[in-house]
């Protein structure tokens, strides 16, 4: 990693907390990735880890799609991405999109978690990715109808989010605006904005 | 801890995966939770961690109602809940119960993340608490228009889910059928199940 990166990956790095993982706030999702491909076996590793996220049921309702740059996959999640997020995802060597079963296997019943623990699933994922010296970066940013077109997507599954994973690349190939976002610090809303006693009551500490 | 808790944690921490960090195969999510209370310097740091999740276009759509027992949130949490998960919720020290905003503040736009976005915000958070030598359970087994109702929660806040939080109980204190689940190995579907290259094409690894 270059000093730019090293610094940049300071930068970033959200304040520790005593006796919390160092990981949780390594975490950042960055646009300029390398074109570095991700091996088999750390792909494996970040799937296995994300198979241990929490589930409502343990229904596990998350699936994956993961393409690697240059085969069938990759291209039609490539192509459903809106155009701004084609514009950084250019070196990007691997895209996966997640999908989550809207109803429970046991019963058929409707899970209204699916997407809830799919995020889990891939918060996992990325933390998983971080660990591994990579970086991922997820996307709301595409066209639904479109993949689920491409992959033929039953009605079951409800579109999750594309996830961008690779390693960290040099900012300065970003167009203009997005570079400024890479090089900004992290934001968070305060605990008062977020923690509540009642709906309109912020907790106090 | 106890002996016997001891190895059940022993029991319940997945396999370990070379470079990825334990916390992630740590937690998992007992029934059988202590009265032991939990520190709001302990909570503080949880919802701290909490707030580094990443979302669509960073909204942190996420918002917890935090409750301690004998307080009112905790009551209306409590009485929320499915009559199995009250059964095994009798000791549990603090409920929280998640929200996602539905629409981007920015412009007010339809935010399709929002539970998958309060989903990886309460993944950091059990990460957290199980770091802290907590365990969270969360849950989707309660009823939302309930919660909804005693919370005043808007319709512009989609219902998440109810999280216990203590350190970990005795699982001899649990109904039977429930100390069984509690004494059982995790289990989790192989990646060939959820991890695919076409929608019904699992990736080689």
């Known amino acids: 990693m270059s000093e730019k990166q090293d ?13 919390v993982p160092d990981i949780l706030f ?9 074109t570095t491909p991700v091996s088999a076996e750390n792909l494996k590793k970040i799937f296995e880890a994300a198979s241990w996220a929490a589930s409502s049921y343990n229904e596990q309702p ?8 240059g ?14 997020n084609q514009q950084w995802n250019v070196n990007t060597p691997v895209l996966i999109l997640s999908a989550g079963k809207k109803t429970f296997t046991q019963n058929g019943s409707p899970n209204p978690y699916q997407l809830h623990d799919t ?3 891939t918060t996992y994922l ?3 990715a971080t660990a591994l010296g990579m970086h991922s970066h997820s996307m709301g940013g595409f066209d639904r109808d479109k993949a689920r077109s491409l992959f033929s ?5 409800e579109l999750g989010a594309v996830t961008a994973l690779g390693y960290l690349g040099d ?8 570079k400024k976002m890479e090089l900004a610090p992290r934001q968070r809303k305060p605990l008062d904005q977020f923690v509540f006693t009642g709906w309109d009551k912020p907790a106090t500490f």
Do not use: M, N
């Not at 085969?71 to 701004?84: C, F, G, M, Q, V």
């Not at 900012?171 to 997005?178: D, K």
């Open 7 to 19: 610094s940049l990956e300071r930068l970033k790095h959200a304040p520790s907390i005593e006796g």
């Open 26 to 34: 390594q975490r950042w999702s960055p646009r300029a990735l390398a």
């Open 62 to 69: 998350w699936r994956f799609l993961v393409g690697h740059k």
């Open 71 to 84: 085969d069938e996959t990759y291209k039609k999640i490539y192509e459903s991405l809106a155009e701004p």
């Open 119 to 121: 995020g889990a699933a």
């Open 126 to 128: 990325s933390l998983a």
């Open 153 to 157: 997507i039953p009605d079951d599954f």
């Open 171 to 178: 900012p300065e190939t970003l167009p203009e605006h997005f």
